[in-house]
């Protein structure tokens, strides 16, 4: 098991770009998938973007499909996600979260996949 501290997230203005990072406890995180949800106000935590344990597959979202990647350091135990060209739809809270099957060999993106989760980071664009 591992647990998640999400961090990177702030203010910006539209067009701009933010990194999120992802940092996990313990030694198994190289086994895991792991995925950024986020959030919004009202709304259902949804699927952004997903990567396999090796970081040989990705996963995204299709409204930000072209505009945010994901990537992964098994040395370092993080995930990142860097969002550029931003919008003000994207304000929202953003979460990561591991997938405990272990070696998974796809990316999954519903929400009851994912066994933990971190705290979260606010994401602010304005318009």
């Known amino acids: 098991q591992v647990q998640l501290v999400e961090s990177g997230g702030g203010l910006v203005q539209a067009g701009g770009s933010l990194r999120l990072s992802c940092a996990a406890s313990g030694r198994t995180f190289k086994y895991y998938g792991m995925g950024w949800f986020r959030q919004a106000p009202g709304k259902d935590r949804e699927f952004v973007a997903g990567i396999t344990y090796s970081g040989v597959s990705t996963s995204y979202a299709g409204s930000v499909k072209g505009r945010f990647t994901i990537s992964r350091d098994n040395a370092k135990n993080t995930v990142y996600l860097q969002m550029n060209s931003l919008k003000p739809e994207d304000t929202a809270v953003y979460f990561c979260?591991?997938?405990?099957?272990?070696?998974?060999?796809?990316?999954?993106?519903?929400?009851?996949?994912?066994?933990?989760w971190g705290q979260g980071t606010q994401v602010t664009v304005s318009s």
């Open positions: 979260a591991a997938d405990y099957l272990r070696l998974r060999p796809a990316v999954v993106d519903d929400v009851l996949s994912y066994d933990s």
